[in-house]
């Protein structure tokens, strides 16, 4: 009797271990390190191919971070397979001299290779711009502060900003408004999507709002 019971419990242990998480020797870290962002005025795109029409192309605004990925133990695969990157730019409100409007985008990336450089991005288009500063070509100076979030796993590992104290998106003040007035617009849903693709982290077909 003594006997099986012993069997019975080597059984259950044994069951459990299966069941059970293997704790932190399993647990696997990731680690981004990230440039500050950096935006500029690029003019719309022109292709060849099909008929031609013409027009005089006016200025998006590019808004990018490098990034560097790592994660411990690394996948065999040496991707991560999915983070999110949430934007926060601060624009100048062109209707109240002084005050800024707080424009948010969260985009999700797959596939991010590991521990070397990629990029994330996000747009103001043309017409964005123009309802903002009145020209077609001042969105770089129509900018005040970006600063942006990456979050793997829904945990926040990183984060950084151009200028200003990080964070400072969720600080409430009554210099800046959060506004959808302009979208802000990932590189999917702009005619630079198919340019640089090896550049930039490849964006989930579902991301963004």
Known sequence: MKHLLCTISLFSISALALVLPAGNASAQQAKVMGDKPAFDDLPSPEFSGGKQKTFKP???????????????????????????????????????????LLLTKDIEHVNAPLDEDVYCSVYLSPASIKRLTGFDRAGKSSVEVVGYEVLINGERVFQETSKFKVGWWSIPTDKISRSETVPLLKKSETPFSAMWWDRFIEESTSSGR
């Open 58 to 100: 006016k200025d998006w605004l590019e808004l990018e971070a490098k990034l560097r990925i790592s994660m411990s133990p690394a996948p065999l695969s040496k991707t991560c397979e999915r983070l999110i990157v949430k934007w926060y730019v601060a624009v100048k409100n062109p209707e109240k001299s002084g005050s800024m």
